[in-house]
């Protein structure tokens, strides 16, 4: 494997009594495409979310280009290069959809431009004056993808892009996600929607319980078909 | 003789200008109020001893230090400013996980302790500061005090200053996001403790400020701000909380309420705002500018 732009180790993590993640570990080189597959409640949320520095308490490792973030404030740990992406989306409806783009300062030099960013979403610069949540799904996904790339972040997580899409969205938010792998970003991406993870990554890790179980590089996806139909319970 | 409905002309104008007074202030001082519950879900009960602190600090400074007026608007919202800094680091921020009447009684308790001190040290009956502008214009229905006239003014562009701040700046794009989502705002890099203390500092700095420009129309005394409080808070709860042009519009527009029913009906002057709030809740809950979410 390139070297690692995120280490995962031994990650621990809490929603108020309820321990969520019981020593989660993975590694995501430079540059790679990464799912975190796995059932509802997995665990994958919660995964990025801490990783983000959300969640509120949490104990193990989680390195960032060699350093480590987890005891740092969500804020810091984006000011390190990190970008995130809800599954809710997190669009702001006090903010038109042009504010909602510039909302994420720069935290690194080298984020796309406004310009570059409306060339790869042409519906949101026809939108910019409008509400942000006035928008159709798509292009809420679009607006919450739209924002964190300015910023100048190489590690994208991004939860569930295509939850509750239609089928043409969900296509051209894969090649969407296929350019920005082009473009040099690293991205971690949760997915429910295997057909689709399969489309764009390298590498899969499979959750259960909190816990990651199993790692399937891209090439090994259609002789583990059967072990990842039962992982994900299709 | 000038009249309308045998109310006599300079009567009415008159009340109108004394409440387009107080609406400038009741819209300055709901305008912060508004922006701090909206960030610190914090019922900001001492926003009228802050009111009170601006109106003194312009007083002992120019009674002290011969600092004039003029100087006093920057200089005292700016002291008092620092004051509420330090009161949202020490004790405001270790609430805000807590339910809103947490916060409500902290600041209610300090509201009375500083109120108290001043009480204790300079009384209640209130000391008067000179007018700044002297003089004024017959209007010619009416005599119109310079100063008075300036304060309308004054008050306009000081609120129209803060709502084109908060719409329309990228700082207040932070803050109307911060105040929607504050976890995600946190996680795209921004210091959001930081913009929360910011966010009271600036909000008691504008009730202080209103504070100065009533030092001369009333007398500064420890107990003004907590008359007008209670009036303001029922502007907010009409406006909607959260809204900033909702605070200016139901502000001014109140106070002229308020003074035409001087003119019509005097002995309804006091509770005519509660009688609007109290319709405004049983029609629209979530005030006249506000959003249900």
């Known amino acids: ?234 | 003789m000038l009249d309308i409905f045998s109310i006599p002309l300079p009567a009415l104008f008159g009340q109108l200008l004394l409440g387009l007074i107080n609406g400038a202030f009741y819209a300055m001082l709901s305008l912060g109020l508004a922006v701090i519950f909206g960030m610190l879900n914090v019922i900001n009960f001492t926003h009228g001893a802050m009111y009170m602190l601006g109106a003194f600090a312009a007083w002992l400074m120019l009674t002290n230090l011969s600092i004039p007026f003029w100087a006093s608007l920057v200089l005292a919202p700016l002291i008092v400013g620092l004051f509420g800094i330090v009161i949202e680091r020490l004790l405001l921020k270790r609430i805000y996980h807590l339910d809103h009447l947490y916060g409500f009684l902290l600041t209610f308790g300090l509201a009375l302790v500083i109120e108290g001190l001043f009480q204790w040290r300079w009384g209640s009956s209130g000391a008067p500061y000179p007018a700044p502008i002297p003089g004024g214009y017959n209007l010619g229905f009416m005599f119109m005090p310079a100063y008075r006239g300036f304060v309308v003014v004054a008050a306009l562009v000081i609120c129209l200053a803060t709502w084109y701040g908060i719409e329309r700046t990228r700082l207040g794009a932070y803050l109307r996001a911060a105040t929607e989502n504050p976890t995600l705002v946190r996680a795209f890099g921004i210091n959001v403790p930081r913009l929360i203390t910011l966010t009271y500092g600036l909000g008691v700095a504008l009730a202080a400020l209103a504070g100065v420009l009533a030092a001369p129309i009333q007398q500064v005394s420890a107990l003004m701000g907590s008359n007008l409080v209670l009036v303001v808070f029922a502007v907010v709860v009409i406006g909607g909380m959260g809204s900033i042009m909702g605070s200016i519009v139901t502000g001014f527009g109140l106070g002229l309420i308020e003074g035409l029913t001087k003119v019509v009906y005097p002995p309804a002057s006091n509770t005519v705002i509660f009688v609007v709030m109290a319709i405004v809740l049983m029609v629209k809950p979530a005030g006249l500018f506000g959003q249900s979410k």
């Open chain 1, 1 to 234: 494997m390139r070297d690692a732009l995120l280490k995962v180790d031994r990650l621990e993590a809490w929603y108020g009594e309820s321990h969520i993640l019981h020593g989660v570990g993975f590694e995501i080189g430079r540059g790679e495409l990464v799912t975190l597959l796995g059932r509802n409640g997995a665990g994958k949320t919660t995964t990025l979310r801490s990783i983000m520095g959300i969640v509120g308490k949490r104990k193990g490792s989680v390195q960032f280009d060699g350093q480590e973030t987890v005891n740092r404030s969500s804020d810091t740990i984006a000011r390190l290069g990190i970008a995130y992406c809800p599954e809710e989306r997190g669009i702001f409806s006090s903010l038109n959809v042009e504010e909602n783009l510039l909302l994420p300062p720069p935290v690194k030099p080298g984020g796309m431009g406004l310009k570059e960013i409306y060339s790869l979403f042409p519906n949101l610069e026809e939108r910019r004056r409008s509400q942000g949540t006035k928008l159709s799904g798509g292009e809420q996904q679009m607006l919450a993808i739209g924002r964190i790339l300015r910023t100048g972040a190489n590690l994208l997580l991004l939860d569930e892009p295509t939850e509750g899409l239609a089928p043409v969205i969900v296509q051209r938010i894969g090649e969407i996600i296929r350019q920005l792998k082009q473009r040099g970003f690293t991205i971690l991406l949760v997915e429910q929607n295997f057909r689709f993870a399969a489309m764009v990554a390298d590498r899969h890790y499979v959750m259960e319980d909190g816990r990651v179980v199993d790692m399937i590089a891209a090439a090994d996806v259609t002789q583990s078909i059967d072990k990842l139909q039962t992982y994900l319970g299709v």
